[in-house]
């Protein structure tokens, strides 16, 4: 049996830069000091018109790929992860691929789709087609272009960034891999989205602004206060994973508290819970993979060999996903 080890990273964040200030003057709305302390962000990456959500995912995958030396055609399989697709179809995967310079080699490339949760769900499904002996190399990567989609008149959109990350994973004799565990909640799945499609795509779909992000009640804060601490401790207790073996957790990178909260309910230091939003804002698909490129970068992933790395990610509909991985 193969397991599937992460070998490297990469993150691509646009330059251009709001600042709360810019966002009060353009929306017409004052941010409460609440947000930055309690969310944790006070700017967001606004990407261009250029920077669709392809080319950001192929810089990510780009600088991924370039950290370990490893040629585009190496790559046997391309995995995408988004709720801001380039397009309802094509998927996005295969432009990725393209972009990359990896089309000669004709790897499977495919999108999916449980919005904010893809970060650990990605890891999960490359994890186990390794593990089939199908693919050796596999590039994951979330990408989040979720501010071509905002209405630019809410409070609430102060939230949103964009950006993209990767990992690239290949198969190991040992793990690597561990295991997932996962929830999902269909009851909340109009709460919050894109609401455009099959249906809707009409004159009066776009009069009722449904091509828009539309917050139409809000997830209280217990979706992930409680259901992050259940899932760690289902993660634990099937894969038989103590508290000290557990060296980081890349959380959803959506509410700063929330997740100071979920460390001490776990009984965990807060400080292995590496946290970016105050560098990047909420970036989505993207965040846990930039969260773990941010980490590495700080010299930290050197710090956790032997160690148990958790991704534990949140998507409106909703959906939850907790995977793990020994360094």
């Known amino acids: 049996m193969k397991y599937a080890k992460i070998i490297s990273s990469g993150m691509y964040v646009p330059q251009k830069v709001m600042t709360n200030a810019e966002f009060e003057k353009l929306t017409m709305f004052t941010i409460d000091p609440y947000f930055s302390d309690v969310i944790g962000i006070n700017h967001r990456h606004v990407s261009e018109d250029w920077e669709t959500p392809t080319y950001m995912a192929a810089e990510a995958a780009k600088k991924a790929l370039a ?3 490893m040629k585009p055609e190496e790559v046997d399989l391309i995995i995408v992860g988004t709720d801001t697709p380039e397009s309802v179809s094509p998927p996005d995967a295969p432009r990725v691929q393209y972009l990359i310079g990896a089309h000669k080699a ?6 999916v789709n449980a919005s904010c949760a893809n970060g650990a769900l990605m890891l999960d499904i490359a994890a186990r087609y390794i593990a089939m002996g199908d693919y050796k190399n596999v590039l994951v990567i979330g990408t989040y272009a979720m501010t071509k989609f905002l209405s630019w008149k809410y409070s609430w959109e102060a939230l949103f960034s964009d950006g993209a990350g990767a990992l690239l994973l290949t198969s190991s004799d040992e793990p690597g891999y561990i295991g997932s565990v996962a929830r999902a909640d269909g009851s909340w799945w109009q709460n919050w989205g894109i609401y455009m499609g099959a249906g809707t795509m009409n004159l009066a779909g776009f009069e009722r602004g449904l091509h828009k992000l539309d ?3 809000a997830y209280p804060s217990t979706v992930n206060e409680e259901g992050w601490p259940m899932l760690i401790n289902r993660l634990m207790e099937k894969y038989s994973i103590t508290k000290d073996e557990i060296g980081m957790i890349f959380f959803t990178q959506v509410r700063k508290k929330t997740i100071e909260k979920v460390m001490e309910i776990l ?3 807060v400080e292995r819970a590496h946290m970016i939003m105050h560098k990047y804002g909420y970036t989505g698909s993207a965040c846990v ?3 773990y ?3 590495f970068d700080e010299g930290k992933i050197e710090e956790l060999k032997g160690k148990v790395v958790i991704f534990l990610t949140s998507g409106v509909g909703y959906q939850q996903v907790a995977t793990a991985f020994r360094m």
């Open 67 to 69: 950290r370990v030396g």
């Open 106 to 111: 004709e790897p499977l490339a495919f999108n």
């Open 215 to 217: 917050l139409r009640a």
């Open 267 to 269: 009984g965990l230091p």
């Open 289 to 291: 993979y930039m969260a």
């Open 293 to 295: 490129d941010d980490a």
